[in-house]
Nanobody
Framework: EEQLVESGGGLVQSGGSLRLSCEAS????????VGWFRQAPGKEREGVSS????????VYRDSVKGRFTISKDTAKNMVYLQMNSLKPEDTASYYC????????????????????WGQGTQVTVSS
């Protein structure tokens, strides 16, 4: 069974850092494009970052550029999201997602492009 499990969320003060982890079981991340998404209460789920399985290229939403970094460890079958300089507006449930089919750059932050999803981990940033 293909499964994604996120971890690493928590409560942090504004300006602090967290590293989220996404572990895959049942499939190899090396063959998948992996994305991080977030959803705040009352808002739609939005793409945060994505890393391509082929060339390892990354994309970020504008509001996190320079603060968040996505990376993967294929040996451990893990994908990470390092989040620095966190702001209260980063508060949300964070989800990782995987997709084996090739994705265009514009699709890589789209929720509809991914078929496999984790259950999410909560990130709360206090002001």
């Amino acid at each position: 069974e293909e499964q994604l499990v996120e971890s690493g969320g928590g409560l942090v003060q504004s300006g602090g850092s967290l590293r989220l982890s996404c572990e895959a079981s049942g499939f190899a991340f090396d063959d998948y494009t992996v994305g991080w998404f977030r959803q705040a209460p009352g808002k739609e789920r939005e793409g945060v970052s994505s890393i391509n399985h082929g060339d390892g290229s990354t994309v970020y939403r504008d509001s996190v550029k320079g603060r968040f970094t996505i990376s993967k460890d294929t040996a451990k079958n893990m994908v990470y999201l390092q989040m620095n300089s966190l702001k209260p507006e980063d508060t949300a449930s964070y989800y990782c997602a995987g997709e084996a089919s090739p994705l265009t750059t514009s699709a890589r932050l789209s929720t509809t492009a991914y078929r496999h999803w984790g259950q999410g981990t909560q990130v709360t940033v206090s002001s």
